[in-house]
C-alpha cells in the first residue's frame, strides 16, 4: 500500500485511516479471492481469538465450513481439546450439524438447546436417528417445559436427500416456503440440516480443509506449564496450526518455547505472539515461527493499555510488522481492534495475511458461552478478557490457593461484560457475510482481485475524528 499524502510522523489505528478507489478492472465482488497469502489453508481472512467465551467446538466447526479459522484457548484440558477437535474433524463441509432428541424429551430440554445453533431446530429422531418431527421455538407457545415434545413437533417432515446439490436444496426450500429442513441419506437416517442462507452460503464460500479433506482448526499453548508437550500433544490430535501465545511476545522466554516447539510440531504451521515492533516480528521470525501474531492493547476486553500505558495503534504496528515479515519471507495476523468491517480490510491493506478477532463474535449463537435471558427478555451471551481475573482464575486452577490468589491481584482485562444478541445478524455466520462483502468490495475499489494485489494497490489517507463520524451511517433522523 501507499499513502495519499506523506507519510505521517505519528502512529494510527484503523479509525484514523481511509482507503480512496483506484481505476479498477474488477467487475464483481464474487471475482475476488480472498485465500489467504499465508499459506495455512484458509479461504477468507479471519481467524477466530483463542478466548475461553468465543472459541469452542461450535464455532470451530461453522467457521471453518465459510473458510476462516478458529483457534482453541491454551487453558482448555487436553482432553477436552482432544473430543472438540475430533468433533469437528468429522464435522459434514456443507451441511450443518443438527440439534436432535428424542420423543420422550421436554419443551425446556427442547428450549435450553435451540439457541446453541443458528439453524433455530430440534430434530426429533427414533431409535434408529431416523427424523420423526420438528420443533422450532415457535412450537412451545402455550405449553409448559415438561411437556413432551413428541406433544408439540411438527409432524409434517419435510426432508433433502443428501445428494442435492446446495443450489437445488435451495430451491427446494423455496418451493416449500420453508427456512430450515433436515437433510437424509439414502436409508432415511439424519445427517445434519440445511437452511436457505446455508445452501446459499455454500456457493459463495468454500470450507477451509486439511490434507484429509477435513475442517481445519487450530489451538494456543502458552508459554508456561510445558507448551513444548502441549505442542506436541495437540499435533498429535491433528490441530492443524500451533499458536504459542502470551500477552508479550518479545521476551526471552517466548522465544526459547518457539525454538522449542517448531522442533516438536515439524512443519505444521506456527503463529507467535503478540508483539507491535519491527524487532519483536524479527526475533520470533528468527525464533523459528511462520506468522507473527501482532497487537498489544486493541481488544474489546483488553485493558491493558489503560492499565499500563502499553501498547500500539493498531494500524501501524501492522504496517510496520507486516513489513518487517514480507522481508524474512513470512507473515503476520493482525490481532485485534476490529470493531467493524473496514477494520478487517484496512488491516489487510496494512499487510496482515489474516485478520484475528474475538469479542465482534461474543454475541452470536455458536460462541463458546451460554446463552442468557435478561429482564427484558432479551437473549445474551457474557464474555471476558484472556488477562482478566476470571481467567486467571481458570488458567491457574490446578495451583495453590496462595499462588492463585496472587496471580489474580495482576489482571489487564474485563472479566464479565454482556454481549447482546443482534436480532438481524444473531449468527456468526450473518458477521462473517458482512465482513467478507465489505473486504470483497474493499478489494473492487482498489482494483485487485487477491489479498496480495489489495496489499500493493491500496492507497491510505489519514483522517480527523470528524471525517470518521462522517462515514458512518445516521439510522434516526437530524
Known amino acids: 500500500m501507499r499513502f495519499l499524502n506523506e507519510s505521517p510522523t505519528f502512529d494510527l489505528t484503523y479509525s484514523d485511516v481511509f482507503m480512496v478507489p483506484s481505476l479498477s478492472a474488477v467487475t464483481s465482488r464474487l471475482k475476488v479471492d480472498l485465500t489467504t497469502p499465508d499459506n495455512i489453508g484458509t479461504k477468507i481472512p479471519l481467524i477466530v481469538s483463542n478466548m475461553t467465551a468465543i472459541a469452542g467446538r461450535r464455532m470451530a466447526e461453522t467457521v471453518a465450513r465459510r473458510g476462516g479459522l478458529v483457534v482453541l484457548p491454551q487453558d482448555i484440558p487436553l482432553d477436552i481439546v482432544e473430543n472438540v477437535v475430533s468433533f469437528v474433524k468429522s464435522r459434514h463441509k456443507v451441511i450443518d450439524t443438527p440439534i436432535t432428541m428424542r420423543m420422550n424429551g421436554t419443551v425446556g430440554e427442547a428450549l435450553s438447546l435451540i439457541h446453541k445453533r443458528s439453524h433455530g431446530a430440534v430434530i426429533v429422531v427414533d431409535d434408529d436417528e431416523r427424523p420423526t418431527g420438528i420443533f422450532t421455538e415457535h412450537d412451545a407457545v402455550g405449553f409448559d417445559r415438561f411437556t413432551q415434545i413428541r406433544n408439540v413437533m411438527s409432524r409434517e417432515m419435510f426432508t433433502l436427500d443428501e445428494s442435492l446439490a446446495p443450489e437445488q436444496m435451495f430451491e427446494r426450500l423455496t418451493e416449500a416456503r420453508l427456512s430450515v429442513a433436515p437433510v437424509i441419506d439414502s436409508q432415511g437416517r439424519l445427517i445434519g440440516v440445511m437452511t436457505r442462507n446455508g445452501a446459499l452460503r455454500s456457493t459463495i464460500y468454500e470450507p477451509a480443509i486439511d490434507h484429509n479433506g477435513c475442517l481445519m482448526i487450530a489451538a494456543a499453548v502458552g508459554v508456561n506449564a510445558d507448551p513444548t508437550l502441549r505442542a506436541k500433544q495437540l499435533t498429535t490430535m491433528g490441530v492443524d496450526v500451533i499458536v504459542v501465545d502470551t500477552a508479550h511476545g518479545h521476551q526471552v522466554r517466548m522465544l526459547n518455547v518457539i525454538e522449542e516447539v517448531r522442533q516438536v510440531i515439524g512443519k505444521v504451521p506456527l503463529v507467535a505472539g503478540n508483539v507491535v515492533t519491527v524487532e519483536g516480528t524479527r526475533d520470533i521470525i528468527n525464533a523459528g515461527a511462520d506468522i507473527v501474531k501482532v497487537g498489544v492493547g486493541p481488544g474489546a476486553m483488553c485493558t491493558t493499555r489503560m492499565m499500563t500505558g502499553v501498547g500500539r495503534p493498531q494500524f501501524s504496528a501492522v504496517l510496520d510488522c507486516s513489513q518487517a515479515a514480507t522481508e524474512l519471507g513470512k507473515h503476520i495476523w493482525a490481532d485485534g481492534g476490529v470493531r467493524y468491517p473496514r477494520d478487517v480490510a484496512l488491516g489487510l491493506a496494512?499487510?496482515?495475511?489474516?485478520?484475528?478477532?474475538?469479542?465482534?463474535?461474543?454475541?452470536?449463537?455458536?460462541?463458546?458461552?451460554?446463552?442468557?435471558?435478561?429482564?427484558?427478555?432479551?437473549?445474551?451471551?457474557?464474555?471476558?478478557?484472556?488477562?482478566?481475573?476470571?481467567?486467571?482464575?481458570?488458567?491457574?486452577?490446578?495451583?495453590?490457593?496462595?499462588?492463585?490468589?496472587?496471580?489474580?491481584?495482576?489482571?489487564?482485562?474485563?472479566?464479565?461484560?454482556?454481549?447482546?444478541?443482534?436480532?438481524?445478524?444473531?449468527?456468526?455466520?450473518?458477521?462473517?457475510?458482512?465482513?467478507?462483502?465489505?473486504?470483497?468490495?474493499?478489494?473492487?475499489?482498489?482494483?485487485?482481485?487477491?489479498?496480495?494485489?489489495?496489499?500493493?494497490?491500496?492507497?491510505?489517507?489519514?483522517?480527523?475524528?470528524?471525517?470518521?463520524?462522517?462515514?458512518?451511517?445516521?439510522?434516526?433522523?437530524?
Open 350 to 478: 496494512a499487510g496482515a495475511a489474516n485478520v484475528m478477532f474475538g469479542s465482534l463474535l461474543a454475541g452470536t449463537y455458536e460462541s463458546a458461552a451460554d446463552a442468557l435471558r435478561d429482564t427484558n427478555g432479551r437473549l445474551y451471551k457474557e464474555s471476558f478478557g484472556m488477562a482478566s481475573n476470571r481467567a486467571v482464575r481458570n488458567r491457574t486452577r490446578s495451583e495453590s490457593a496462595f499462588e492463585r490468589a496472587r496471580k489474580e491481584l495482576f489482571e489487564e482485562g474485563i472479566s464479565s461484560s454482556r454481549m447482546y444478541l443482534d436480532v438481524q445478524r444473531p449468527s456468526v455466520e450473518d458477521i462473517i457475510d458482512q465482513i467478507i462483502s465489505g473486504v470483497r468490495s474493499s478489494c473492487t475499489y482498489a482494483g485487485a482481485s487477491t489479498i496480495p494485489e489489495f496489499q500493493q494497490r491500496a492507497v491510505i489517507g489519514i483522517q480527523s475524528a470528524s471525517g470518521y463520524d462522517e462515514g458512518r451511517a445516521q439510522d434516526t433522523s437530524w
